[in-house]
């Protein structure tokens, strides 16, 4: 009996198979129960044998591969009865059906094959009958042999539908992997025909279209062309014609084409040779083609991104950033729209947008360079200082020539005190650009901060040959010779930056302090003055000309200044200071005390004010507390010989000549020849008080 399937013949076929392969098993599990000196006998079902039926089988399963076209499959099989049998014609001509099949032939050309698959169950039921009347003639031997044969065929058979369960999931995994690719390829295709349709869409509408469009194009190119040569009004009467050809009802292709010529004509319009009128009429064109543009289809990204680069250059930047805002939103795929959205954002200071942006662009565009130096320059204006670092050094890894990006490192690397890190980046500017009065300047400065004033100097004058004028090299230049006490080579420089910039209170107070320091007075009074006409609060040049007033002995005019000073700083040592011996000098004592105090609470440990303090209570007559005084400063500081002699005449003052001759002995053991005169004058004193007691 013959019956057709209609279920998974796939499936079937292998379970058949797997259970005459579990046959083929029991079989070898009794002959190894058996006596070992008997061959196993071979089964036959219907008169054929296990190989002959699996063969069978095996061609079947090739017959429905090869009707539902699955090539591949029906080959392997093929190759398994090949291996075993080199010389099968069955195989081979089946083998060459299916090549023949895979290289386009049709089904119907090979007869062998059909849309049914009938499988022969009679022969099916009658090598189950046989297994089953072999099991019985075996269980007939011995009843523990039947007992072990059943277990172990038991075994197989769950062994062979394991097996079968098995390979019907297998099958089915990889029916349904195979359905899957079928589907993604599927869609893929499905895709890349969207994709194509959507670029060929107008093109393929009719010929006539097709022609307009070819004809378009044709202008445009020519238009270009022009552009490339210079002839602008050549180049602007092509993409007049390419604007009047353009096919009616076909906005999209319009509207691209119209900002393609806008987009040539404002590219144009940035080259540097071109003459200003032409630049001026390609801008022109160049913003009527992107309206034009825009009105066949308003989401147009590259004619936005014309009009705003247009107004840009007109420095109309809010129009600029709507214009550029919509470039961007429209093609977010195109990292220059972010990056000149993000210029404009910076100039307008919205900080917190250009750093989205130039976020963006970096991302799109991650090796431009430019992108990533106006990056770092948003997040210093946003006090960001270490993201910027960052993006400065990522700016100069993509391009080691990009100059600006070394200076703006080395700016932020000093302010956070990387003097080392600074010095390196000015340094790398300079290998750029040797003659950079910008990274000379700044080198210099980083030098003069760590006090390694020879090298500032070197930097400095270096960039004086460069640009022997710039006030701010010369101020530097006088400052750093200052700090070394070339006085005389500083004054011409501190001169010139003064002269240069005679609004500048502090070149004003710098060309005084150096003049003051070559002692020409005349000349530091001068400057100090003008300094306090622009600045009336500027402390030092307050202090430093009150100085100079109690120096010459006019404490009256110096007090003037002085009195300013203390009221600009109170906590100002030298303001303080110099204010109480103005008014020791004015012999008011005990102002001047006040203000020695106050002086030593900003300075506690300062000698020179406690010595000013125990003068001033000297000549008080508050000797006690000059006494005390005094000795404070020698149990500090016993070689202060100063403090030997006053301390001598306080004693004196206070009746104790035998105390003061013994602080002037000390002095004369200490140095015999200072003061010399006024010691001997002063212990011959003592000398005569004493004879004088003596005698009394």
């Known amino acids: 009996m013959r019956v057709s399937l209609t279920r998974n013949p796939v499936f079937i076929i292998a379970g058949i198979i797997l259970i005459i392969a579990a046959v083929a098993i029991i079989f070898a599990v009794k002959g190894c129960n058996g006596s070992l000196s008997k061959k196993t006998e071979t089964t036959y079902i219907n008169g054929k044998s296990p190989e002959q039926i699996e063969r069978e089988n095996t061609i079947s399963l090739i017959k429905l591969y090869v009707e539902k076209g699955e090539y591949d499959r029906a080959m392997n099989l093929l190759d398994g009865l090949l291996i075993k049998n080199k010389n099968d014609e069955e195989a081979l001509a089946m083998m060459d059906e299916i090549l023949a099949l895979k290289a386009g032939a049709s089904l119907d050309q090979f007869p062998r094959y059909s849309q049914t698959i009938n499988l022969n169950t009679q022969e099916l039921e009658s090598a189950i009958k046989e297994m089953q009347r072999a099991i019985q003639q075996q269980n007939a031997q011995t009843q523990l042999a039947a007992q072990t044969q059943k277990e172990a065929a038991d075994k197989a058979l769950e062994a062979a539908k394991k097996q079968a369960e098995a390979a019907e999931?297998?099958?089915?995994?990889?029916?349904e992997a195979r359905i899957e690719e079928q589907k993604r390829q599927q869609k893929l295709a499905a895709e890349e025909a969207r994709r194509k349709a959507e670029a060929e869409e107008l093109a393929k509408k009719n010929a006539e279209i097709q022609k307009q469009m070819?004809?378009?194009?044709?202008?445009?190119?020519?238009?270009?062309?022009?552009?490339?040569?210079?002839?602008?009004?050549?180049?602007?009467q092509y993409f007049n014609a390419a604007k009047q050809m353009l096919p009616k009802g076909e906005a999209k292709f319009n509207a691209q084409k119209l900002a393609e010529i806008a987009g040539a004509l404002y590219e144009k319009s940035t080259d540097r040779d071109m003459a200003q009128a032409d630049k001026t009429a390609l801008s022109e064109e160049a913003g009527k083609f992107a309206d034009s543009a825009i009105e066949h289809q308003s989401g147009i990204a590259e004619a936005h991104y014309v009009k705003g680069m247009i107004a840009a250059d007109s420095k109309n930047f809010d129009l600029a950033l709507a214009e550029l805002t919509k470039a961007a939103q429209n093609d977010g795929t195109n990292g220059m729209y972010f990056y000149e959205l993000a210029k404009i954002q910076y100039r307008l200071k919205k900080y917190p947008d250009a750093r989205s942006s130039f976020e963006t662009a970096t991302k799109i565009l991650p090796s431009f360079d430019s992108a990533w130096y106006n990056l770092g320059m948003t997040l210093k204006a946003m006090n960001r200082n270490e993201e910027a670092i960052t993006a400065f050094r990522r700016t100069k890894e993509l391009n080691p020539n990009h100059l600006n990006s070394y200076l703006q490192l080395g700016s932020l690397l000093s302010a956070k005190r990387d003097y080392n890190g600074a010095i390196e980046s000015y340094q790398g500017a300079l290998k750029i650009d040797s003659n950079n009065g910008t990274a000379l300047r700044s080198l210099g400065s980083v030098y003069a901060s760590r006090q390694m004033f020879v090298q500032a100097e070197d930097c400095y004058r270096k960039a004086l040959t460069f640009s022997s004028d710039d006030d701010a090299t010369n101020y530097n230049l006088s400052n750093v010779l200052y700090n070394q006490g070339k006085f005389e080579e500083a004054f011409p420089y501190a001169k010139k930056a003064a002269e240069k910039k005679p609004s500048d209170a502090v070149y004003q107070y710098n060309y005084g302090l150096v003049a003051e320091a070559c002692g020409d007075t005349d000349t530091a009074i001068l400057s100090y003055s003008t300094a306090l006409k622009i600045n009336p609060k500027h402390l030092k040049a307050n202090v430093n000309l009150g100085k100079i007033y109690l120096d010459s002995g006019d404490p009256d005019t110096a007090l003037l200044f002085l009195q300013t000073a203390t009221g600009v700083d109170?906590?100002?040592?030298?303001?303080?200071?110099?204010?109480?011996?103005?008014?020791?000098?004015?012999?008011e004592y005990e102002k001047a005390i006040e203000n020695f105090k106050a002086a030593l609470s900003i300075d506690s440990g300062n000698q020179l004010a406690k010595t000013n303090l125990a003068n001033a209570y000297a000549s008080a007559g508050q000797y006690d507390l000059?006494?005390?005084?005094?000795?404070?400063?020698?149990?500090?500081?016993?070689?202060?010989?100063?403090?030997?002699?006053e301390l001598a005449k306080v004693c004196m003052a206070l009746k104790n000549n035998s105390l003061?001759?013994?602080?002037?002995?000390?002095?004369?053991?200490?140095?015999?020849?200072?003061?010399?005169?006024?010691?001997?004058?002063?212990?011959?004193?003592?000398?005569?008080?004493?004879?004088?007691?003596?005698?009394?």
């Open 169 to 175: 999931r297998e099958a089915a995994l990889r029916e």
């Open 214 to 236: 070819n004809s378009v194009n044709d202008q445009i190119a020519k238009g270009k062309a022009e552009l490339k040569l210079g002839n602008v009004s050549s180049a602007i």
């Open 570 to 587: 109170p906590k100002s040592f030298e303001a303080v200071n110099n204010l109480a011996c103005a008014y020791l000098a004015k012999k």
């Open 626 to 645: 000059a006494k005390q005084v005094y000795t404070e400063i020698l149990q500090k500081d016993s070689k202060n010989k100063d403090a030997y002699i």
């Open 660 to 696: 003061a001759e013994g602080y002037l002995i000390k002095l004369q053991s200490i140095d015999p020849q200072y003061r010399a005169l006024e010691v001997k004058a002063l212990l011959a004193n003592i000398a005569s008080v004493t004879s004088a007691g003596d005698a009394n």
